[in-house]
């Protein structure tokens, strides 16, 4: 090496070492340290959560996610497959990462293709020419829509009708806005403990007409239900409708279940009843329509100047959603477009791959002394587990329902979660929840449980129960079980596959 060369390696390894030393000097002159506790005090008091907001807890999801991470149940409580989407969605979103066109912001009320998409889709559902630029609007996930929806309708003191069992997010949402939740419960037709169906609950009409009054602004409707699974008839819609038009109130319709309708039910749009146009919302979710839920996308359809109400929410708080995954579902949705008759339709084939996961769900419920609610929707189960109360020892937890005692224990013990159905009730109605646990069927490896029943705690006639350690390696070791038969034949027998392409 030449002396110059030398020099010059030698002044710029120099520097470079003084580079470093400055940075390592501004890097801990920017260490961030607490405040002295005499200001912590002050810190603490003064920022707290709004008024609007006050008494606000982390909800069951963010609970029982944790509780899930830290004890590795058979997750049966929130509600996505355990397995893979259709081939056709995961390809549409790869084809749209690998254009480099579709990777910055996109129009804030919805992505162009996808609000033609939802247009044509839901114009032909509803028998009426939507407008998709004025009529259609695209948010993060229903969850989304809905928070824009009422948000953007409930004025302080406005009262806002709820269906229990409800989505759970629906009361904080209006008590934000400063609305005052009214609730109604659904309850069984009989209360002689032979309650099968989600049909037998139902609304009192008396309790119904009630609840509405002047300052009544908005119902909120969700059909099939969450976490009942109903499925709303006509007659039942009808008396909402004439209602909401009696009194003039806004329907917000949460239909992110349209699709999984078991026969010989029929999913209603409300929308579409006489008069109900004008003064409907309705919601939907790709999470729910094509199985990716991590996708968070959903979407408000209804009259022009009630979108508009909520796209000045969406507009101020989010702006705009994810441009390539609205691109991808819009693929998705073009693709279904031409196909809507067909069997192969995943709008159609959903429900033949959900139908036996739910007849598996209900039969072994029932085996192991659970006395379960057959959804006539949606991919939730509702069972009363009180026949096994007296297996279960519900000391060791605090909480203040039952539910959520037995759902806690049955996590921590027998390696199973459930989602406690308190959660989806009014204060003054969480008693009537307490009964319950909701389990979610579109899983594939809950086939597993023909074996867990077998083993478990509640199955007194064999063998003896299992040890509680290591309680999902257990589950994973395990073969399909004698219950196989329930599940049709083929590529869906282990309840893994979509056959849909
Ligand atoms: C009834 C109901 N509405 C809305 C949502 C939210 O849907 P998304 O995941 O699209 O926000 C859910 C999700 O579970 C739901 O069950």
């Known amino acids: 090496m030449s002396v110059a060369v030398k020099v010059s390696w030698i002044t710029l390894n120099r520097n470079l070492k003084l580079v470093a030393s400055q940075c390592l000097a501004r890097s801990v002159s920017q260490m961030a340290t607490s405040a002295p506790p005499s200001q912590m005090e002050e810190i603490v008091k003064k920022f707290k959560l709004p008024k609007a907001y006050e008494g606000s807890r982390p909800s069951v999801w963010v609970e029982y996610i944790q509780l899930a991470m830290e004890y590795k149940p058979l997750n049966l409580g929130q509600g996505f497959p355990d397995y893979p989407p259709p081939e056709y969605i995961t390809d549409a979103l790869m084809q749209v990462a690998s254009d480099g066109n579709l990777h910055q912001y996109t129009r804030g009320y ?55 069992p409800f989505f759970d997010c629906y009361e904080p949402m209006v008590r934000y806005a400063g ?211 007296a297996n279960v020892d519900l000391s060791s937890e605090s909480d203040q329902y039952k539910d959520y005692r037995f759902t806690k224990w049955m996590t921590k013990n027998v390696g199973l979660q459930g989602i406690p159905p308190t959660a989806f009730y009014g204060v003054e109605h969480k008693p009537l929840g307490e009964n319950f646990v909701r389990y979610c069927f579109i ?15 509640f199955y007194t006639k064999e063998i003896d129960p299992p040890p509680y350690l290591d309680k999902m390696k257990f589950f994973e070791g395990m073969k399909m079980a004698a219950t196989e038969h329930l599940i049709p034949q083929g590529k869906e027998s282990k309840g893994c596959n979509h056959k849909q392409r």
């Open 443 to 457: 899983k594939c490896r809950y086939v597993l449980w023909g074996d867990f029943r077998r083993t478990s705690l």
């Open 179 to 389: 609305g005052i939740p009214r609730f109604i419960a659904l309850k069984p037709k009989s209360t002689d403990g032979t309650t099968l169906s989600s049909s037998d609950f139902v609304l009192d009409k008396t309790e119904l007409e009630s609840l509405f009054n002047q300052k009544t602004k908005a119902i909120i409707l969700n059909t099939p239900n969450n976490p009942l699974g109903k499925v709303f008839t006509l007659e039942e819609l009808t008396l909402i409708a004439n209602l909401c038009k009696k009194h003039n109130v806004l329907c917000i319709s949460d239909e992110v279940y349209e699709w999984m309708v078991y026969e010989p039910n029929k999913h209603i749009r409300i929308a579409t009843l006489p008069g109900m146009w004008d003064r409907t919302i309705t919601i939907g979710s790709a999470g729910k329509t094509f199985s990716v839920t991590g996708w968070k996308l959903g979407w408000a359809y209804g009259p022009s100047n009630l979108l508009f109400n909520i796209q000045m929410i969406h507009q101020n708080s989010v702006y705009t959603g994810c441009t390539p995954i609205q691109e991808a579902t819009a693929i998705a949705f073009e693709k279904e477009l031409g196909r809507l008759e067909s069997d192969e339709c995943y709008f159609n084939s959903i429900t033949k791959e959900l139908e036996p996961k739910k007849k598996y769900m209900a039969t072994f419920l029932q085996e192991t002394g659970f006395k379960p609610i057959v959804p006539e929707g949606g991919y939730f189960m509702m069972a009363d587990w009180t026949p096994l109360e």
């Open 110 to 164: 919805g992505h162009p293709r996808l609000v033609q998409a939802i247009a044509k889709l839901y114009s032909k559902l509803i028998g009426r020419e939507l407008n998709p630029q004025t009529e259609v609007l695209t948010t993060l996930g229903a969850y989304e829509a809905l928070y824009a929806a009422i948000t953007g309708h409930v004025d302080v003191g406005d009262e806002v009708i709820i269906i229990e």
